[in-house]
C-alpha cells in the first residue's frame, strides 16, 4: 500500500506534491501578506534564503512552527527568490533545499542516543523508510533497487565530479549502474536539486513582487556585500584559464562572439567590477564603442531595462561554446569558473603571490583539494 505522508513529514519536505495540499486553502497571498501570519511566513522564507546564502548551513528539524507554516515559506522563499531575478540565488537556494532534504533522509530516526525528528518513521524491510522511499519514487528513484537504468544514471551525475560516479569506475550490466544503497541517496540529492532548480522563476504577479520589494531589495544588497566580500579585491592572476584568454582576445582587439562577451562580464560583475571597470577593459579593444559598450554591459549587470542580472555560465556551458580553453589541473576540479577563481584566490594568498599556480615557472604546484 503506497505509504500516506504525514504533514509533519511534508513539512520536511515541502517540495512534493502532496505537501502543496496542506496550503491549497490559504487566503490569496496578496491579502497574506498584509496579515500578521504573513509576516510570520515571510520572516520564515527570509530565514530559509539567509541559510541558503551562509557559508555555514545548519539544519535544524522544526517542531517550533506550524508544518503548514514551514511548507508556504518554502514556497515564499521562491516566489522572493524570483522577484529578485537573480540566477545565482536560485542556484543557491536548491541546492540548499536539495542538501537540507538529504540532511533530513539521513537523520529521520536517529541514533540510539539522539532522537531523529520522525517518532512515526516506518521503516521497511530493506531498512528504507516509508517517507524516504515515497519520495525518491516522486523523483523516478527505486531505493529498494541497488542500480539504476544507465540513461538515468549519466543524467543525474553529469555536473557530480566525485571520481565514484564516473562510468568508469561503476559495473554495468544488461543497462543498468550498479550503485550502493548510501549513494543512492546522494544521486536522489542531485535529482531533487535539478528539478526544484528547472521550476525557478516563477512568473509572480507584478504587484505581489512590489509588497516583497523592501525584504527583497534587502536580501539583494545583503547577498551583493557577502559575495563582493568573498570574492575580495580583483586579482586578475587568479582568473581561470577560459576568462584569461577572453580578456587576452579583448586585449588583442578580437571581435568576441556574444558567449565571450556574457561570458566575461557576468563573471568580472559578480567578482566585484563595477560597470565602468568592465566597460574600461573592452576599451582596450581597437573598436571600443563607448555607447554601446556600457549598454550592452548594463543590460547584462542588471542595470538596464529588465532588472535581471545575469550568471557567469558554468564550466559545462563554457565547454558547450566552446569558451572552455586551456584547461589546468585546477579546472578539474571546479565545475564553475567562479569556483575557480575562488580557489585560486585562496591558494595565492595562502602561498604568497611568488609560489601561487601558473606563476612560478615550469612546475606549478598542486591545486588545493
Ligand atoms: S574548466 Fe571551467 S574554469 Fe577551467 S577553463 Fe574550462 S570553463 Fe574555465
Given at each position: 500500500m503506497e505509504h500516506a505522508p504525514t504533514t509533519k513529514e511534508l513539512s520536511h519536505f515541502p517540495f512534493l506534491k502532496k505537501a502543496q495540499d496542506h496550503i491549497r486553502h490559504?487566503?490569496?497571498?496578496e491579502q497574506l501578506l498584509k496579515e500578521e501570519r504573513g509576516q510570520i511566513l515571510v520572516n520564515l522564507a527570509v530565514k530559509r534564503i539567509n541559510q541558503a546564502l551562509s557559508s555555514k548551513k545548519t539544519f535544524v528539524a522544526h517542531f517550533q512552527y506550524r508544518d503548514e507554516d514551514e511548507i508556504a515559506s518554502y514556497v515564499l522563499s521562491r516566489i522572493i527568490v524570483s522577484c529578485i531575478r537573480d540566477k545565482q540565488l536560485?542556484?543557491?537556494?536548491?541546492?540548499?533545499?536539495?542538501?537540507?532534504?538529504?540532511?533530513?533522509?539521513n537523520t529521520e530516526t536517529g541514533s540510539e542516543n539522539e532522537r531523529g525528528w520522525n517518532e512515526n518513521a516506518v521503516?521497511?524491510?530493506?531498512?528504507?523508510?516509508?517517507?524516504?522511499?515515497?519520495?525518491?519514487?516522486?523523483?523516478?528513484i527505486d531505493l529498494s533497487k541497488e542500480q539504476m537504468p544507465l540513461t538515468d544514471y549519466v543524467e543525474i551525475?553529469?555536473?557530480l565530479h566525485d571520481p565514484r560516479f564516473k562510468l568508469v569506475n561503476r559495473r554495468v550490466a544488461n543497462g543498468l549502474v550498479q550503485i550502493k544503497k548510501g549513494e543512492l541517496l546522494e544521486l536522489l540529492r542531485e535529482r531533487i536539486r535539478v528539478i526544484l532548480r528547472r521550476d525557478l522563476p516563477y512568473n509572480v504577479p507584478k504587484g505581489i513582487c512590489e509588497q516583497l520589494s523592501p525584504i527583497a531589495n534587502l536580501i539583494k544588497k545583503e547577498y551583493q556585500e557577502q559575495m563582493l566580500q568573498q570574492f575580495g579585491a580583483i586579482e586578475e592572476s587568479a582568473f581561470p584559464p577560459c576568462m584569461q584568454a577572453l580578456v587576452t582576445a579583448l586585449t588583442a582587439g578580437t571581435n568576441l562572439t556574444h558567449a565571450g562577451r556574457f561570458?566575461?562580464?557576468?563573471?568580472?560583475?559578480?567578482?566585484?567590477?563595477?560597470?565602468?571597470?568592465?566597460?574600461?577593459?573592452?576599451?582596450?579593444?581597437?573598436?571600443?564603442?563607448?555607447?554601446?559598450?556600457?549598454?550592452?554591459?548594463?543590460?547584462?549587470?542588471?542595470?538596464g531595462g529588465s532588472g535581471t542580472e545575469y550568471t557567469a555560465p558554468a564550466c559545462?556551458?563554457?565547454?558547450?561554446?566552446?569558451l572552455c580553453v586551456n584547461r589546468d589541473t585546477l579546472c578539474e576540479k571546479v565545475s564553475h569558473p567562479l569556483s575557480y577563481y575562488k580557489v585560486k584566490k585562496r591558494d595565492m594568498s595562502r602561498?604568497?603571490?611568488?609560489?601561487?599556480?601558473?606563476?612560478?615557472?615550469?612546475?606549478?604546484p598542486a591545486p588545493p583539494t
Open positions: 490559504s487566503p490569496p497571498l536560485y542556484d543557491r537556494l536548491t541546492r540548499y533545499e536539495a542538501e537540507r532534504a538529504y540532511h533530513f533522509l521503516i521497511d524491510d530493506d531498512n528504507n523508510s516509508a517517507i524516504a522511499s515515497y519520495l525518491a519514487a516522486e523523483f523516478r551525475v553529469a555536473v561570458s566575461i562580464t557576468t563573471f568580472l560583475h559578480t567578482i566585484g567590477m563595477d560597470v565602468s571597470g568592465i566597460a574600461g577593459l573592452y576599451a582596450r579593444s581597437p573598436d571600443f564603442d563607448p555607447e554601446k559598450t556600457m549598454y550592452q554591459v548594463e543590460h547584462i549587470t542588471g542595470r559545462a556551458a563554457m565547454r558547450t561554446t566552446g602561498k604568497g603571490p611568488k609560489k601561487a599556480e601558473g606563476e612560478s615557472g615550469e612546475n606549478p
